[in-house]
């Protein structure tokens, strides 16, 4: 089984960071954007979770593989 890494990365910072941010745009739209709630769970774990996968996306597509080697050989 063949297991693409690197789309699975983008899938899960776009699914964190649309739960986020979509929580966000309801916040504001509701106007409790400044209230004491606690976040729900699944929030809480996209806001926790949206920044590392981000970073560590940015860091494999454009720093440490920029290019991919066609064959196993090399």
Same mark, same amino acid.
């Given at each position: 089984?063949?297991?693409?890494?690197?789309?699975?990365? +983008?899938?899960? @910072?776009?699914?964190?960071?649309?739960?986020?941010?979509?929580?966000?745009?309801?916040?504001?739209? @509701?106007? @409790?954007?400044? @209230?004491?709630?606690?976040?729900?769970?699944?929030?809480?774990?996209?806001?926790?979770?949206?920044?590392?996968?981000?970073? +560590?996306?940015?860091?494999?597509?454009?720093?440490?593989?920029?290019?991919?080697?066609?064959?196993?050989?090399?």
């Amino acid at each position: 089984m063949d297991v693409d890494f690197e789309f699975m990365l +983008v899938i899960a @910072t776009l699914v964190s960071g649309s739960i986020w941010g979509g929580y966000l745009a309801w916040q504001r739209a @509701t106007g @409790t954007a400044h @209230t004491e709630r606690r976040e729900p769970v699944l929030v809480e774990y996209a806001h926790s979770f949206f920044p590392v996968l981000f970073v +560590v996306l940015v860091l494999r597509s454009f720093l440490v593989e920029p290019f991919r080697i066609p064959s196993g050989s090399m």
